[in-house]
């Protein structure tokens, strides 16, 4: 259907392992993320059979990115779903959009906040109305195809990630801050390589709520490089370095930046392993019991938390007017030796960093 002939439109994305703490809403403008129960759900889609998503079999009134509005929905039957007594949903378009609705919603909280799991969607649905007061009714597997992917069963499952508290209001901030520069579709050229960090973020984010934590910590790594590396040479050295003066917090604290620079010297020859053949995912999956939960200042840092963390830190800079990556890895570089290059770069990437 023509995008101008749309009046209203309305598309809800199932993120399962969400929570607000004594909160049903969190409205961020232009989308929202709402508790909403399956009851009120079926008055928006009232042509879906929820007994075929597994969803409603195991949960209780969940959350959903909701963009578009919440009105009345029409007790319509759905003008291509009736064959044989049976609904067939058609396929899903969600016009010239794609997944990136969703999917950004999903960076944003997942670069947000630490914890232990990444937030994901599932399922997604779409429905609009035109001026005739018609309307379709799509839905998609968003993200995750839990039947055959996700064991019910397993205690990641049963982890959420929470907001509360002066969370809500810290979130609006960095959305304000950070939105535009999530997975645009055509970027510059000063923010294609952080295009490519948050992809291989999300992505790896998406894999490890499927359990694949050997191929997510490659693309963890692989956004990590996308930020820290060129083409240049002591690509190890420098990609050590580059992660503890930039994640160091003081330059006086050497031993949080050896630490740094230790665990990164770590995750770059774990990277080296799995790319150059060396390691079967048996092996990978040992290697990821010891490069995991590294406690460095007082925190405990996964291999994806190096990335959020990092990510955050570039963003600050590109939005703090260091745009080109080669001016900013010249400046991290110089504040190894300088102490006055040291200061600048705190506070430059001071812009983002939450609590």
């Known amino acids: 259907m023509p995008k101008q002939e749309i009046n209203k439109y309305l598309s809800l994305g199932l993120i399962p392992n969400f929570a607000l703490i004594k909160n049903n809403k ?60 049976k609904i067939y949903i058609p396929s899903f378009e969600f016009l010239d959009m794609g997944l990136d609705y969703f999917n950004r919603v999903i960076l944003l909280l997942n670069i947000f906040k630490r914890s232990s799991v990444p937030v994901f969607t599932s399922v997604g649905f779409f429905r609009w109305t035109t001026g005739d007061s018609q309307y379709s009714v799509k839905h998609i597997s968003a993200n995750i195809d839990m039947k055959e992917h996700i064991d019910w069963g397993e205690e990641c499952f049963y982890q959420h990630y929470c907001l509360k508290g002066d969370e809500f209001k810290e979130l609006i901030a960095f959305k304000k801050n950070i939105y535009k520069l999530l997975l645009k579709e055509n970027p510059s050229q000063n923010e294609k390589y952080l295009q490519i960090a948050m ?91 010891s490069t995991t939960g590294k406690e460095i200042g007082g925190k405990v840092y996964s291999i994806r938390e190096l990335l959020r963390i990092s990510l955050i830190y570039f963003l600050s800079l590109h939005l703090n007017g260091l745009e080109k990556k080669d001016v900013i890895l010249k400046k991290i570089d110089s504040a190894l030796f300088s102490k006055t290059e040291g200061q600048a770069i705190m506070f430059s990437k001071s812009r983002l960093v939450l609590k």
């Open 26 to 85: 969190i409205d961020l403008e232009d989308f929202c993320i709402e508790r909403i129960d399956w009851v009120k759900f079926n008055n928006f889609f009232p042509d879906i059979n929820l007994n075929q998503f597994i969803e409603y079999e195991y949960i209780d009134n969940p959350y959903f990115i909701v963009f578009g509005e919440l009105t009345d929905s029409p007790k319509m039957r759905f003008p291509e779903g009736f064959k044989d007594g």
């Open 199 to 289: 992809e291989y973020f999300l992505e790896g984010c998406l894999k490890e709520a499927n359990g694949d934590d050997e191929m997510a910590t490659l693309d963890f790594i692989i956004g990590l490089e996308s930020l820290y590396l060129t083409d240049e040479q002591e690509l190890k050295y420098k990609f050590a370095n580059r992660v503890a003066v930039l994640l160091g917090n003081e330059p006086e604290r050497k031993d949080e930046r050896r630490n740094f620079q230790e665990y990164a010297e770590e995750v770059y020859k774990l990277r080296n392993k799995i790319v150059h053949g060396g390691l079967s995912r048996k092996d990978i999956r040992e290697k990821l019991t």
